[in-house]
């Protein structure tokens, strides 16, 4: 592998703050940068090494399911072009996928927006860029009437969420990660991004799965909104690698005292039985529709290796 290529994908690694959206956007420029670079010699040692990349990328963020499709696209743009025009052929699909995100992305804000009820109180978790667009296009049409967001800790990423709905003028409601689900019984909705949806589980910060329990105890829909390259199907989504590795205890604690673990996950998992919707571009998907949607991707066999 091309030693600028590993360098950045070790850098999209070690991003613990951006999401699955922006971390897509940077995949596409190192798999377009890859296929400027390569030296293989023919066009099955290229797709070997495009393949390569992909599995990588795919490593650096198990969580994040457009990396996965963005891999799966270029693969497969690999494979049906013609001898001589297949680094061309990657690197247009590369961009084009990068650039679908964003109007992907837009639609299922849209939808969104549409499907919270009039002057909805909303719950929310972390800091999903879509949730934050599509409670501000909500706030903009006037269907929303105040947000409840939990810290997100340990890097309280849900506290600089609500800073910046404070500043566009949207009621915001800052509470602790522990207090949140006790609130979801007086909210219309619990609203939340997702960086895999599989045909099983979502995956999202961790804190998650606590506000969907909550949420069914108290009759309260969640609401999952996410662009349709966040959809993985089974073939490809491993449960245990989505969730990941614990991340450093000093994010939580600054000081560990001997004796002391520190368990510091980022991830967890939602039962699917538990959303009420996934709101992607195409408009609203039950639990039904997101399996059916999911194992609908073909995958490329070189990702299933």
């Not at 049409?141 to 105040?146: E, H, K, N, P, T």
């Not at 566009?168 to 219309?188: K, Q, R, W």
């Not at 919707?277 to 991707?297: F, K, Q, Y």
Request: glycine share 8%; proline share 6%; hydrophobic share 55%.
């Amino acid at each position: 592998m091309d030693s600028e290529v590993a360098f950045r994908i070790g850098a999209l690694a070690d991003d613990h703050l951006n999401g699955a959206t922006e971390l897509a956007a940077r995949a596409a420029d190192i798999v377009t940068l890859a296929a400027q670079v390569s030296r293989a010699p023919g066009a099955s040692q290229f797709l070997a090494d495009l393949a390569e990349v992909g599995r990588f990328l795919a490593a650096a963020q198990p969580a994040m399911a457009p990396l996965v499709r963005l891999a799966n696209t270029a693969l497969w743009a690999a494979d049906r072009a013609p001898v001589g025009e297949k680094r061309a052929a990657v690197e247009q699909a590369a961009q084009a996928f990068a650039a679908g995100l964003t109007t992907s992305a837009a639609l299922a804000v849209a939808g969104a927006a549409a499907a919270l009820p009039a002057h909805a109180v909303v719950v929310t978790h972390s800091a999903s860029s879509v949730v934050e667009a599509t409670l501000r296009h909500a706030h903009a049409q006037g269907r929303l009437s105040r947000v409840v967001a939990s810290e997100a800790r340990p890097l309280a990423e849900g506290a600089a969420l609500a800073r910046r709905l404070a500043a566009a003028g949207i009621p915001v409601t800052l509470v602790t990660d522990a207090l949140a689900p006790s609130l979801v019984g007086a909210a219309d909705v619990v609203l939340v991004g997702a960086d895999t949806v599989a045909p099983s589980h979502v995956v999202n910060k961790a804190g998650t799965y606590p506000l969907a329990l909550a949420a069914r105890e108290c009759g309260t829909p969640l609401m999952v909104v996410a662009s349709g390259e966040k959809l993985l199907p089974t073939a490809v989504f491993d449960a245990g690698a989505a969730v990941g590795e614990a991340r450093d205890p000093a994010e939580m604690l600054g000081h560990i005292p001997p004796g002391m673990m520190v368990l510091n996950r980022q991830f967890d998992l939602t039962p699917l039985d538990l959303v009420a919707w996934v709101v992607t571009e195409t408009g609203p998907l039950t639990r039904d529709g997101v399996i059916a949607a999911c194992e609908a991707i073909v995958v490329h066999p070189a990702l299933l290796g």
